[in-house]
């Protein structure tokens, strides 16, 4: 949380992917960068304003914090990562997740900046390429993708943590939704994430140019992400925003079999879909967050009809990095 160095180093055991019973245990991951100054300094509007974040976040005003901290946000180029990190390749990452450390000192927000490249290019692009409509491939762009990136991580650190429930009870949304929080807490992070870059530029903090292309490069990212499975939190997540956002008709196929987005729409879709999740964690009810899942996180058609267009052109699923540093110095090793 304090360091201020220029290689910048992440060691713990922080996600609870691995824990399918309750979603309690941690796993060990480290990550080792160069922190990017230029990068780093151009994204602080994004931690010096998560408190506005907090107090404009579409649901309840009784469920939202008075005491948000600031997380530090760096930009970093990753030289080796180690742990629970086999996949898929995390590019970014907001930690502790521990509520009481939150509570206290808030989270320090890490951007791998150089694996966010490599998976736009090598992964997206062609996603895009085979599943949106032509009139809208050319809004899916790095810079969307990068900023969406930086929101969906600092949508971690607002929102329900530490919750009271009916009677007085203090508890955690973790504590309460037990093995359905990591899958959640992605999708909220993703959906919030959306709804707070249209806040930004509202508030003329992000550019009007994003307006579009933010929500057609997030469309190509949820194909991208639903391919690490529905057993897997960030593709399990993914699968339930899609499809209520195409119900909605907030995301729509075309006959061609490309998809759009309905820009008519999507904004208040996108609003509906994150006070539906940021509520349920508030009240920590894991029946209505288990009755959710079960509604909206299946393998539909249009789904499925994308999903088998990007297997049969080969479009990885995600990227394996190899450290040419970190092998290098191993060779040296006497």
């Not at 469920?63 to 930009?75: E, L, M, N, Q, Y």
């Not at 058609?301 to 479009?315: F, G, Q, T």
Request: proline residues 4%.
């Amino acid at each position: 949380m304090e360091l201020d160095s220029k290689l910048d180093v992440t060691i713990g055991p922080y996600e609870t992917y691995e824990d399918m019973l309750f979603g309690y245990k941690a796993t060990f991951e480290a990550f080792i960068g160069v922190r990017d100054d230029d990068a780093t300094e151009k994204i602080r509007l994004f931690g010096d304003n998560l408190l506005v974040l907090e107090q404009n976040l579409p649901m309840n005003d009784t469920f939202k914090s008075k005491d948000v901290t600031a997380a530090p946000i760096r930009v970093i180029q990753l030289l080796f990562n180690a742990g629970d990190v086999k996949g898929p390749q995390t590019v970014a990452f907001n930690l502790p997740n521990d509520e009481r450390i939150v509570k206290d000192r808030g989270t320090s927000m890490v951007m791998l900046k150089n694996v966010s490249e490599a998976k736009f290019k090598h992964i997206l692009l062609p996603i895009a390429e085979a599943c949106i409509s032509k009139e809208q491939q050319e809004l899916v762009d790095f810079e969307s993708f990068f900023t969406h990136t930086i929101c969906h991580e600092c949508c971690h650190g607002i929102g329900p943590h530490s919750i009271v429930l009916p009677g007085g009870r203090k508890s955690t949304v973790r504590l309460e939704l037990q093995e359905l929080h990591s899958a959640l807490e992605e999708a909220k992070a993703d959906v919030v994430g959306l709804w707070a870059l249209h806040f930004f530029i509202n508030q003329d903090l992000l550019p009007s140019s994003m307006s579009k292309s933010m929500y057609v490069s997030f469309l190509a990212g949820c194909f991208r992400s639903v391919r690490f499975g529905l057993d897997e939190a960030h593709g399990k997540g993914q699968a339930l925003q899609f499809n209520w956002l195409f119900e909605k008709e907030a995301f729509v196929m075309h006959p061609d079999g490309t998809f759009g987005v309905n820009f008519d729409k999507v904004k208040d879709a996108v609003e509906g879909l994150s006070r539906q999740i940021l509520t349920i964690q508030a009240t920590g009810d894991k029946n209505a967050a288990s009755s959710f899942f079960q509604e909206y996180c299946k393998m539909t058609d249009p789904l499925r009809y994308a999903l088998d267009k990007l297997e049969s052109i080969k479009v990885p699923v995600d990227i394996t990095p190899t450290f040419a540093i970190a092998d290098e110095l191993l060779l040296r090793k006497p």
